[in-house]
């Protein structure tokens, strides 16, 4: 496997792992989002610990970071989302009993 399509898997599990450390945070405190943002900033030294082949390009902390960016938020913002969502209980609320929603959920029957 090419160096860097091993530097896009650790960015993705990074982001993964940083967006339930941000979920888990963010039911207490809402600094979690923050928190779990700043680890993007860790990326390329966890990278230069994990990969010995890492390319020369990505060797700078700035330019690692700047190849990282979309990767990470995707996952970050997706699995923060989702842990905070699954810890906290959500339940939808109904605003009105005509929504097909509340019919899908109530089982009535859904005409349309």
Do not use: C
């Amino acid at each position: 496997m090419k160096p860097e399509n091993k530097f896009s898997l650790i960015v993705y599990g990074w982001g993964a792992l940083s967006g339930v450390v941000s979920g888990v945070l963010s039911i207490e405190n809402q600094a979690g989002w923050i928190v779990g943002f700043m680890l993007l900033f860790v990326i390329p030294y966890v990278a230069k610990a994990l990969l010995k082949d890492l390319p020369e390009e990505l060797q700078d902390p700035r330019t690692a970071i700047r190849q990282s960016l979309g990767g990470f938020l995707l996952f970050w913002l997706y699995f923060t989302l989702l842990v905070y969502t699954v810890s906290t209980g959500f339940q939808p609320k109904f605003y009105s009993n005509q929504s097909l929603l509340y019919k899908i959920i109530h089982n009535s029957t859904v005409t349309g």
